[in-house]
């Protein structure tokens, strides 16, 4: 079982439609959570970070961890053209770092 | 506020020919620092890290190699590139612990022909 899940994708939704992105994960001691968002032929650029359980929000993005799943989401609200990108998740606890191997999306106008 | 700097952006190098990628930052003291390779497709995969000056640590054993000569410059290198070696390497720095959140640099694109 592999530390860190997540979708590949692609994913294409039309524009101002709410868009999921999730991550599943093994290990109980991770306690930091983090979205990056990577444009393409780009460096990831970190969107949200998250500690514990709970939603943490940010314009329209929101970010939200179940600890209790071992699930994270990211959750983005009247999604626009330029949302598009690939959107990966990453985590760490336990001296240990993680990511994901990223969800393609496209926003369609 | 803190930046990281990558050079070349793109890079077109033939088999068994040398490689230098920089890395560089700005604003901040003592950053731990990473490089990653990134194939087309795929998540990242961690190469090397460094917690200090001439400190490195190897995750994947490769023909590539790191060094860091200074407290905020990151050198990745190789003696022989192989066809195997091509894809997006991207730097990486966090403060404090070692597991804190990273910021990537912009990346080098390498193609090795």
């Known amino acids: 079982q592999k530390e860190v899940e997540q979708d590949p994708g692609p994913l294409s939704v039309p524009e101002g439609a709410i868009v999921s992105l999730n991550c599943t994960y093994s290990?109980?001691?991770?306690?930091?959570f983090m979205w990056y968002r990577q444009y393409s032929r780009k460096g990831p650029e970190l969107l949200m970070y998250?500690?514990?359980?709970g939603n943490k929000e940010d314009g329209r993005f929101t970010a939200q961890v179940d600890k209790s799943s071992k699930y994270i989401s990211l959750f983005i609200r009247d999604s626009q053209p330029s949302d598009s990108a690939t959107y990966l998740c990453?985590?760490?606890?336990?001296?240990?770092?993680?990511f994901g191997t990223g969800t393609s999306l496209t926003v369609i106008p | 506020s803190q930046t990281i700097h990558q050079w070349p952006a793109t890079l077109v190098q033939p088999v068994g020919s040398p490689l230098s990628l920089e890395c560089t930052v700005e604003?901040?003291?003592?950053?731990?620092l990473y490089w990653y390779r990134q194939a087309a497709g795929r998540g990242l995969q961690l190469l090397f890290y460094?917690?200090?000056?001439?400190?490195i640590s190897s995750e994947v054993p490769q023909n590539l190699s790191a060094s860091r000569p200074q407290d905020r410059q990151f050198i990745l290198s190789s003696k022989k590139l192989l066809l195997s070696d091509s894809g997006f390497y991207l730097c990486?720095?966090?403060?404090?612990?070692?597991?804190?959140?990273?910021?990537f640099g912009p990346g080098t694109r390498l193609t090795v022909l």
């Open positions: 290990n109980s001691a991770f306690q930091y």
């Open positions: 998250t500690y514990s359980s």
């Open positions: 604003g901040t003291s003592n950053p731990n």
């Open positions: 460094s917690v200090g000056i001439g400190q």
């Open positions: 990486a720095w966090s403060s404090g612990g070692q597991y804190n959140e990273q910021f």
């Open positions: 990453a985590m760490s606890g336990g001296n240990q770092f993680y």
